[in-house]
């Protein structure tokens, strides 16, 4: 509500391992966008915590080693993270695109550049 998002999320089956304060070890992604994703966690870290990510596309047989900043944090029964990459080499991009345009075809790429 009031919320703007410079790409759509994308609900997946990728996997994503997270290394904070504590190690997550392949969680399963709910949503991802060309600037971030969310996972749902036995833990979460605090918001501006920035954390290790190895995030695993399936789909396309390709892994991304990067970086990313707590955003989002819920401790309620659900918990949940959500993540903004802050560290995507243009390579990474590449691949993220491709994941995204594989997953919802009918989406612009053009947000992947900037996000």
């Keep these: 509500m009031g919320e703007k998002r410079r790409s759509p999320r994308i609900r997946t089956d990728a996997l994503v391992d997270v290394a ?30 920035e954390v290790d990510l190895c995030i695993n596309f399936p789909d396309l047989d390709e892994t991304i080693e990067t970086r990313g900043r707590v955003v989002r944090a819920s401790e309620e029964p659900s918990r949940e993270m959500a993540i903004e990459f802050i560290e995507l080499t243009g390579d990474q991009r590449s691949i ?20």
Excluded: M, W
């Design 96 to 115: 993220l695109r491709r994941y995204l345009s594989l997953r919802y075809p009918d989406s612009p790429n053009d947000g992947a550049e900037n996000d």
């Design 20 to 49: 904070g304060t504590d190690v997550l070890l392949f969680h399963k992604i709910v949503d991802i966008s060309a600037g971030g994703l969310c996972i749902q966690c036995p833990t979460v870290e605090k918001v501006g915590t």
